[in-house]
């Protein structure tokens, strides 16, 4: 078996078959120390946490993560918050930082004595409609090479050699939500004991704690705009303004260091096995950050995936890999409606005219009936952890 990326999607179903006697190879273009630094979100939904612990996975976050269960929206017309574990399901969120997760997952299957290839970039996979593909790489020293296969797990992201591979019959379906964020890491405490999402008619800013001493936030930006083209003092007085740090206490600021732009787009790939070839994670769906969904959802598909590799490989009952691809979109779907639902709700659309002002009146209807109906309130807390 071999699996294409070293994220969560990847380690997670690397850890599962290895655990189960598959022997698999991970392939991962990066060095390990660029994965330890790579700083991702880090809200887990309770499923993921369950599915973790109920595979041995989940010591770190289990000892090091903190609960959260609050949200806060700003708007223009005032504040209000919901206690989103009290509503719905009644399930919270685990703040642990993605790249502290990878870092867990990497040290138990490595441990374990399973294999991986650091500085490996897969280039492609061929054959993939056949019994044995093959993937074709290049080496940390420049050097090509050809990786034999049963199965290749591509959870390598969306652009990939996964991706890359799919025969031109392969659907995208894909959506540009015409919204970009200006995503910050300040080494700051958090300012609020919640996330926040304050919508303004200069754009959204976002809040969300990572540890006692670093947030992360957002602004909606220009598209087209250097992540580095404002000062800090520029983005920490439009941080203020659009959270309406005047009405509701001022921000604790620190120093910025990390930007990066994010244009909001979603896509989903249908379906996601070609012959030998499976996709998970990012490879198989883009999510638009809203929703915080990414990892979660790379969590249920590796288990999916590695559920079905296993009644293949070990009892040969292939069944599972018939149903994977639809199992799994009909989670990534109901992720992408959310997330869409969410898009909407936080920005202004953009615009002048009639179309634009009416799109905006659903905006602020839609935000007063999240303020002000519980069935709304459970309907939301249920798809906002959920997966």
Known sequence: MVILGAG???????????????????????????????????????????????????????????????????????????????LGRGEQHTVYPQQELVADLLARYLDAGGRISFGTEALAVLGAEGDRPVVTVC????????????????CDGRHGAARRSLPPEAVRHRRDHGVSWLGLLAQAPPSLDAVGYAVHERGLAGHMARTPDVTRYYLQWERGVPAEAWS??????????????????????????????????????????????????????????????????????????????????VHGDPSGLERYSARCLEHLWRAQEFSHWMVQLLHHPSGVGGETLFHDALRRSRLTSLRTSRAHQDWFAENYVGV
Not at 19 to 47: K, P, Q
Not at 139 to 154: L, T
């Open 139 to 154: 080496g940390a020293d420049g050097r090509p090479g050809r990786v034999p296969a049963r199965y290749v797990a591509g």
């Open 232 to 313: 800090e003092e520029r983005v920490w007085d439009e941080l203020a303004l659009r959270m309406r740090a005047a009405d509701h206490g001022p921000l604790r600021q620190g120093r910025i260091v990390q930007r990066a732009v994010v244009d909001l787009e979603s896509d989903v790939l249908e379906p996601l096995r070609y012959g030998s070839l499976f996709l998970a994670g990012d490879a198989a769906s883009l999510l638009a950050p809203a929703a915080a969904k990414g990892a979660n959802l790379a969590v249920l598909a590796a288990e999916l995936l590695a559920e079905a590799l296993l009644d293949d490989l």
């Open 8 to 86: 969560p999607a990847g380690l997670v179903l690397g850890n599962l078959l290895h655990a189960n006697g598959i022997d698999c190879l991970v392939l991962e273009r990066a060095e390990r120390s660029h994965l330890h630094a790579r700083a991702r979100a880090g809200f887990l939904a309770a499923n993921t946490v369950r599915v973790l612990a109920r595979h041995g996975l989940a010591d770190g976050l289990l000892r090091h993560g903190t609960r959260h269960a609050v949200c806060e929206f700003r708007t223009e017309d005032g504040r209000f918050r919901l206690d989103y574990g009290t």
